[in-house]
């Protein structure tokens, strides 16, 4: 198993409150897949998302990367997180450093910048078409090319596994299924193995080859859909018009409609 997630839980203490944002998540992801973590705002997909990047300790459980601990915390943990990428919503390129500055940025800070992994930061630039724009700043491009040159820096140190945080939400509609399309392929390209966080079922089911679906705070994982073969083996924009694709989505809306009416209703519900 090259991700599992061990009956994890989570609360935010404050002062005054304590906010449980998960409870007891177990799962597990194979290398090379690529799995969505859908379900409502507040749900608790971001909470898991930074405690598997190393952000967030969490309170109970582990997560466990190629059989080596990222929690709890111990020797072999800062060497697998290192191996971990994360992508944003926001680009989060910095406004005062180049396209290639920023692009460089990940190497520099794990110290493996070289001729070679240069080479291949700028290549993968160019791949994803973003070739002449090296020595832009951030602000001379359109918000889907920030949004490019954000994929090339977060796969530029090479990571093994993929965090992505609802990357396509603060675009327009058609840059979004542009870049979901990009995203996939070159996912698939470099047989990488990727995470998403959205609460948008479309894009999930484009995107993944398997759902994970929480219920309503405090996060819990409610149910897994497998995505068929049909759907799962085309890139985004083909498998939204398959007919398999309008069923899926009336099934997971439907299930998602009895969470939020009651959450007691889904299979692992406390008693
Ligand atoms: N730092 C924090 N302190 C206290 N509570 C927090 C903190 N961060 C998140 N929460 C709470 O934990 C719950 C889960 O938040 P989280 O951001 O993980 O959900 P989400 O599913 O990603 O939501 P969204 O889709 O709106 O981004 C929410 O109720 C949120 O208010």
């Given at each position: ?12 203490f404050?002062?005054t409150?304590?906010?449980?944002a998960?409870?007891d ?26 405690i ?15 059989g ?23 680009d989060?390129?910095?406004?005062w ?9 990940g ?22 078409g ?5 020595s832009?700043?951030?602000s001379?491009?359109?918000g889907?090319?920030?949004q ?8 530029a ?69 497998v995505i068929?073969?049909?759907?799962r ?7 939204r018009q ?19 009416s ?5 299979p692992?519900a406390?008693?």
């Open positions: 198993m090259f991700l599992s997630i061990d009956r994890l839980s989570h609360t935010y404050t002062k409150t304590a906010v449980t998960l409870d998540v177990s799962l597990s992801v194979e290398k090379g897949e690529f799995v969505s973590f859908l379900g409502p705002s507040g749900c608790g997909k971001t909470t898991l998302l930074s598997i990047a190393g952000l967030i300790e969490p309170t109970e459980g582990s997560v466990r990367m190629e080596r601990p990222l929690w709890p915390n111990g020797t072999d943990a800062p060497a697998a997180r290192r191996a971990v990428g994360y992508m944003l919503q926001q989060c390129l910095f406004p450093k180049t396209i290639e500055e920023n692009i460089l940025l190497l520099k800070m794990t110290r493996t910048l070289t001729a070679q992994t240069k080479e291949r930061a700028l290549a993968l630039l160019a791949e994803i973003l070739a002449g724009v090296e832009y700043y951030p001379q491009l359109s889907g090319m920030r490019r040159a954000a994929l090339v820096r977060t796969l140190t090479d990571p093994k596994l993929l965090l992505l945080d609802e990357p396509f939400s603060a675009l327009d509609q058609q840059t979004k299924l542009k870049l979901e399309e990009l995203v996939w392929k070159t996912l698939k390209q470099y047989e990488k193995t990727a995470v998403l966080v959205t609460h948008d079922i479309e894009e999930a089911i484009a995107m993944s080859d398997r759902i994970f679906l929480f219920s309503p705070r405090p996060g819990r994982l409610a149910k897994t859909f068929p073969d049909d759907l083996g085309r890139p985004p924009l083909a498998a398959h007919p398999a694709f309008s069923a899926l989505f009336q099934s997971i809306w439907k299930e998602m409609e009895a969470l939020e009651d959450p007691s209703t889904y692992g406390a008693q």
